[in-house]
């Protein structure tokens, strides 16, 4: 049973360009979310996937976009990187109708902006 | 909205001591209580979760945490611990039912042999 797995694992890009990393959810999930970890900090909540739409969106600019598509993958994109966009981005899985709050997180995408 | 704070950033111990690592939340609502741990360059792990019922929960790798509502706080603790529990721990509440989790700062526990 595969876990959530996400693409690629390290990326370095400069200020200005876009960027889009991928997400496989754990087999039998239907929910993805998307997290934003940045050095020596919690996970900051960026999105969340359900049914192809976004769900729910946490406080991040229009430059953070996502897709969900109907195997449920996900892509993240970042348009008009900054600096500040250099961080671990992690993808969860979860089961809509377990309703326990539990996600499955992959190993993320560190992203290094220059 | 909720908030998490984790009262120490860092703990030292030395391997075979007991462990505390202190969570505070903030809600005006019900919430799930979570503990996560991110070993380096990898993702988070679930130690253990409240989600109702009894205010002591047992979690993998000998990991436990009691849920106190008067004092919103959900503290981790572990009677012994090993050197490969050497990572960050990242307490998480979510707003009951959606399941966005709202982290902690995380607290660095590093164990000397």
């Known amino acids: 049973d595969a876990g959530v797995t996400q693409s690629p694992t390290h990326l370095i890009k400069t200020r200005g360009q876009q960027v889009t990393l991928r997400c496989s959810p754990k087999s039998g999930h239907d929910t993805v979310s998307w997290y934003q970890q940045a050095l020596g900090q919690g996970p900051q909540f960026i999105f969340q996937y359900y049914e192809e739409e976004e769900r729910q969106r946490g406080n991040f600019p229009d430059r953070f976009s996502g897709h969900q598509f109907p195997n449920y993958s996900s892509e993240l994109n970042v348009n008009a990187l900054l600096l500040g966009d250099s961080a671990l981005y992690l993808c969860?899985?979860?089961?809509?109708?377990?309703?326990?709050?539990?996600?499955?997180f992959g190993e993320g995408s560190r992203l290094t902006v220059l | 909205a909720q908030s998490v704070t984790q009262l120490d950033s860092q703990v030292p111990v030395f391997e075979e001591a007991p462990v505390e690592l202190r969570c505070n939340y903030s809600s005006s609502v019900s919430v799930y209580l979570f503990w996560y741990v991110q070993y380096p360059n990898q993702g988070l792990q679930l130690l253990l979760k409240?989600?109702?019922?009894?205010?002591l929960v047992k979690g993998i790798n000998g990991f436990e945490a009691e849920f106190n509502k008067s004092q919103t706080s959900f503290h981790l603790r572990k009677p012994s611990v090993h050197i490969s529990d050497t990572a960050e721990y990242f307490c998480a509440v979510s707003e009951i039912p959606t399941d966005k989790l709202i982290f902690g700062t995380g607290t660095r526990l590093q164990v000397f042999p």
């Open positions: 969860a899985s979860s089961l809509v109708i377990a309703n326990t709050g539990e996600l499955f």
């Open positions: 409240y989600l109702s019922g009894s205010t």
